[in-house]
């Protein structure tokens, strides 16, 4: 099986800069995505940035011009950069694989288990 695990949440300024990092590993045979999910309290979870393996991005309307998305497709790794971070960035951010276990097998999605995002001055 595969898991997918974050890192790099915590406490930041608004305005500041924060990187979140996302690993992909087990037994995995490839990454065809890997995005960034948010969720607030009471509120639904929602798209943040993804990247497909073949480079193409996404981003929600609300990040745009201030995440970066990136990814090392050797290494199943992806990577969120928030800069101008504002209050309602607040969330615990999920990073989400989309993946193939064997050669021909249907895609496969896993969740890491999220990171919390808090912004405060």
């Known amino acids: 099986q595969a898991q997918v695990v974050e890192s790099g949440g915590g406490l930041v300024q608004p305005g500041g800069s924060l990187r979140l990092s996302c690993e992909a590993s087990?037994?995995?045979?490839?990454?065809?995505?890997m995005g960034w999910y948010r969720q607030a309290p009471g509120k639904e979870r929602e798209l943040v940035a993804e990247m497909a393996s073949g480079g193409k991005k996404n981003y929600s309307d609300s990040v745009k011009g201030r995440f970066t998305i990136s990814r090392d497709i050797p290494e199943n790794t992806a990577k969120l950069l928030m800069n101008s971070v504002k209050p309602e960035d607040a969330a615990v951010y999920y990073c989400?694989?989309?993946?193939?276990?064997?050669?021909?097998?249907?895609?496969?999605?896993?969740w890491g288990r999220g990171t919390q995002v808090t912004v405060s001055p």
């Open positions: 989400r694989a989309i993946l193939r276990l064997a050669r021909g097998a249907t895609n496969y999605i896993s």
């Open positions: 087990g037994n995995i045979f490839s990454v065809a995505s």
